[in-house]
């Protein structure tokens, strides 16, 4: 009995006289706990000593073996008691104990006897762990594993924190969100969805599949009727389901006059988001935009003036028509953007050599410390054709300038032209 607790495990065999059966004392200290047993056959025949000691043995190493296990093992009687217990659960045990109690018997229960799979235990100073119960019925029982799940748990309430972070900014977005598994089933929606498709709550909360919401779209028209309405939908629903794809976008004009622009990207997990965007008053302020740009473009080209203007960087971003008969060609053609020093040498292949045209690249491209001290003047140019124009550079707002050219008349100056100009100014 000394020198148990230092040998953990000590056994005594006796041989009684008479050829009777042979008694075998097991003498164990495990866990603070000191078990005797005491082992009587209870068959006529009588084993010999190295049977019950290779048993022993085997039981030494299946009991070494629940010692070091790395999580808690124990064995629940039909009634519910802890009859048996590993190292492990033993050390839980412990440590949930007062200042000088000790572990009675039966074991105390750490872990409801039924109940859900992953429990919450309480360990020492307030802190919480996390573990996945795994029971097993056998004889007379139930053995049960506890599995530290920890890690696991911090992930998931991680992953659901993030769940939720999304569905709030998603409620918040003026865009229409659907998200759709890789089942084509309806996964996530937001409430923008819900205003921009007038479908209903109850309809999308049954997570219909992507075919159907399309249905039900088509339904409310609420898009417009494509020439193949089936192959489309069918195109539509069978984005690539694996791998990384472009997204497919499209824009509805709808009959009540609202324009969507809708995307629908497809996810590597087979899933796809379907995006829907109101773009009807960017679509108005675009049409309006263009038609005042048409609208200025038609007034300078009713003028008799030619005209090209330049931006502070130099590039032509505007010409007339009066311009392209003037000098027998048309900018805006050139796929190419067009500066100042390009359409000088143009210029310069019509006429003979003058200072002007130089003149007239340095006033297009004066420096920004220079731009508010420009003044407008004008002068004239006999073309190498016979014809006098007059030649005027006028600074613009933002750095852009104003070069205009005219066909004089006979006794008609250039400075008849600047003075006409400066009287409809006024």
């Given at each position: 009995?000394?020198?148990?607790?230092?040998?953990?495990?000590?056994?005594?065999?006796?041989?009684?006289?008479?050829?009777?059966?042979?008694?075998?004392?097991?003498?164990?200290?495990?866990?603070?706990?000191?078990?005797?047993?005491?082992?009587?056959?209870?068959?006529?025949?009588?084993?010999?000593?190295e049977a019950y000691c290779a048993v022993a043995d085997e039981l030494d190493e299946l009991r070494g073996m629940m010692a070091v296990a790395p999580l808690p093992i124990w064995r629940e009687a039909a009634t519910g008691e802890v009859v048996w217990a590993n190292a492990d659960?033993?050390?839980?045990?412990?440590?949930?104990?007062?200042?000088?109690?000790?572990?009675?018997?039966?074991?105390?229960?750490?872990?409801?006897?039924?109940?859900?799979?992953?429990?919450?235990?309480?360990?020492?100073?307030?802190?919480?762990?996390?573990?996945?119960?795994?029971?097993?019925?056998?004889?007379?029982?139930?053995?049960?594993?506890?599995?530290?799940?920890?890690?696991?748990?911090?992930?998931?309430?991680?992953?659901?924190?993030?769940?939720?972070?999304?569905?709030?900014?998603?409620?918040?977005?003026?865009?229409?969100?659907?998200?759709?598994?890789?089942?084509?089933?309806?996964?996530?929606?937001?409430?923008?969805?819900?205003?921009?498709?007038?479908?209903?709550?109850?309809?999308?909360?049954?997570?219909?599949?992507?075919?159907?919401?399309?249905?039900?779209?088509?339904?409310?028209?609420?898009?417009?009727?494509?020439?193949?309405?089936?192959?489309?939908?069918?195109?539509?629903?069978?984005?690539?389901?694996?791998?990384?794809?472009?997204?497919?976008?499209?824009?509805?004009?709808?009959?009540?006059?609202?324009?969507?622009?809708?995307?629908?990207?497809?996810?590597?997990?087979?899933?796809?988001?379907?995006?829907?965007?109101?773009?009807?008053?960017?679509?108005?302020?675009?049409?309006?935009?263009?038609?005042?740009?048409?609208?200025?473009?038609?007034?300078?080209?009713?003028?008799?003036?030619?005209?090209?203007?330049?931006?502070?960087?130099?590039?032509?971003?505007?010409?007339?028509?009066?311009?392209?008969?003037?000098?027998?060609?048309?900018?805006?053609?050139?796929?190419?953007?067009?500066?100042?020093?390009?359409?000088?040498?143009?210029?310069?292949?019509?006429?003979?050599?003058?200072?002007?045209?130089?003149?007239?690249?340095?006033?297009?491209?004066?420096?920004?410390?220079?731009?508010?001290?420009?003044?407008?003047?004008?002068?004239?140019?006999?073309?190498?054709?016979?014809?006098?124009?007059?030649?005027?550079?006028?600074?613009?707002?933002?750095?852009?300038?104003?070069?205009?050219?005219?066909?004089?008349?006979?006794?008609?100056?250039?400075?008849?032209?600047?003075?006409?100009?400066?009287?409809?100014?006024?």
């Open positions: 009995m000394l020198r148990l607790p230092s040998e953990g495990s000590i056994l005594l065999s006796a041989r009684p006289g008479g050829g009777g059966r042979r008694q075998v004392l097991r003498l164990e200290h495990l866990g603070g706990l000191t078990r005797l047993r005491l082992a009587m056959p209870q068959t006529g025949i009588a084993p010999s000593i659960y033993l050390r839980l045990a412990t440590e949930r104990l007062e200042p000088g109690e000790d572990i009675g018997w039966p074991l105390p229960a750490l872990f409801p006897a039924a109940g859900p799979r992953r429990v919450r235990l309480e360990g020492p100073g307030g802190v919480a762990h996390w573990f996945d119960l795994d029971r097993r019925a056998v004889a007379g029982g139930t053995v049960c594993l506890a599995l530290l799940t920890d890690a696991v748990q911090k992930a998931e309430t991680g992953l659901r924190d993030f769940m939720q972070t999304l569905v709030r900014t998603f409620a918040h977005l003026p865009v229409g969100l659907a998200i759709f598994d890789g089942q084509r089933q309806l996964h996530l929606f937001n409430p923008a969805f819900l205003d921009l498709t007038g479908l209903r709550v109850d309809f999308l909360s049954q997570r219909p599949r992507l075919a159907a919401v399309l249905d039900a779209l088509r339904d409310g028209n609420m898009i417009p009727e494509p020439k193949d309405y089936r192959a489309w939908r069918k195109r539509l629903a069978e984005l690539e389901r694996t791998g990384v794809a472009e997204a497919h976008e499209e824009t509805w004009s709808l009959p009540g006059g609202q324009t969507y622009r809708v995307s629908a990207r497809p996810h590597s997990d087979g899933g796809v988001a379907l995006m829907i965007e109101d773009i009807s008053t960017e679509m108005t302020r675009t049409r309006r935009y263009r038609a005042d740009l048409e609208l200025g473009q038609s007034v300078v080209d009713a003028l008799g003036e030619g005209i090209a203007v330049f931006s502070a960087a130099g590039q032509l971003v505007m010409s007339n028509d009066a311009y392209g008969t003037l000098w027998g060609h048309d900018p805006s053609q050139r796929l190419t953007e067009t500066d100042v020093t390009m359409l000088s040498a143009h210029w310069k292949g019509l006429a003979p050599p003058t200072p002007i045209w130089h003149r007239i690249e340095d006033f297009v491209s004066a420096p920004a410390s220079a731009v508010g001290e420009r003044i407008a003047w004008s002068a004239e140019v006999r073309l190498l054709d016979g014809r006098l124009i007059a030649c005027r550079a006028a600074p613009l707002a933002g750095g852009a300038t104003l070069v205009a050219f005219r066909t004089l008349v006979p006794g008609e100056a250039a400075g008849t032209l600047e003075a006409g100009a400066v009287a409809r100014r006024a």
